[in-house]
């Protein structure tokens, strides 16, 4: 009688990452134009209909993930790969030339150097301060100092993995604290802080919202806003370049429309 030796694979799943458009939330813009790699290994992703990409049977170590999208700026993150299975979300940030939708709220600018050359190098961050926009606020009666997860309530929009806020607390002395959100344990409910609280914040605290990117190659930069309960509200646009330097305005944002900057010298 001949023997017949049946063997079974078995895969592991070492890294599943989640690629989310900034400005939507949702799967990237044109989703078959994106590509997820890891330098240092012939391992390729297995992508899902959702915009998750799948590394299976990786040995354990530092890796290089490399997220590239037609309407984006190129994401790349240090991955450390242990034993257990990680999730990582990456948010891709639009591009000036991103299809951007009509009621999008919009800040433009081109940063260049005192010779007029392209500022290269460059970081944007525009934070909300009409608190009317605020996304959510604290449900717990004490966030301490060191808390790790936040239990929000009073949405105005959906909040996701990657989104950076100020969070505020209330009354004349409040403290405030920028935080980024690292997981959605429980929807619209809580959510887990990518590092820990350095202040303490009472119920009622609010989340604003803010925006970050950085410039083109060409000195071109866009901000936009999304989801906000007004549609005219005030935002504080912060600049860093060269050395560590730092370029602050004002800027009065409104839905549907661009707030042109025009040429910012920076020297």
Do not use: W
């Amino acid at each position: 009688m001949e023997h017949i030796r049946v063997s079974r694979l078995k895969t592991r799943v070492s890294l599943v990452v989640c690629v989310i458009d900034a400005m939507t939330s949702q799967t990237p813009l044109g989703n078959n134009t994106t590509t997820v790699f890891l330098e240092g290994t012939r391992s390729k992703a297995i992508s899902k209909s959702n915009g998750s990409y799948i590394f299976n049977d990786l040995p354990p170590g530092e890796y290089h993930l490399v997220v590239s999208s037609e309407h984006y700026f190129q994401e790349q993150t240090l991955i450390t790969i242990g034993t257990d299975n990680i999730i990582e979300v990456v948010q891709l940030k639009p591009l000036p030339s991103y299809p951007f939708s009509q009621g999008a709220g919009l800040i433009r600018a081109m940063l260049q150097d005192a010779a007029g050359a392209p500022v290269r190098n460059a970081s944007l961050q525009a934070t909300v301060l009409t608190e009317e926009c605020a996304r959510a606020r604290v449900m717990a009666e004490q966030l301490d100092r060191g808390a790790e997860e936040i239990t929000l309530g009073a949405f105005t929009g959906v909040i996701s993995a990657g989104d950076t806020y100020i969070l505020r607390g209330r009354g004349a002395k409040a403290a405030e604290e920028i935080i980024q959100i690292a997981e959605v344990v429980e929807h619209q409910k809580r959510f887990r802080l990518k590092k820990k609280l350095t202040k303490a914040f009472a119920r009622g605290s609010l989340l604003l919202p803010v925006q970050e990117t950085r410039v083109t190659e060409r000195g071109e930069a866009v901000i936009a806003f999304r989801g906000n309960r007004i549609s005219a509200f005030q935002t504080t646009l912060v600049i860093t370049y060269g050395s560590n330097k730092h370029l602050t305005k004002e800027v009065l944002v409104t839905e549907g429309t661009t707030a042109n900057l025009g040429v910012i010298r920076l020297t």
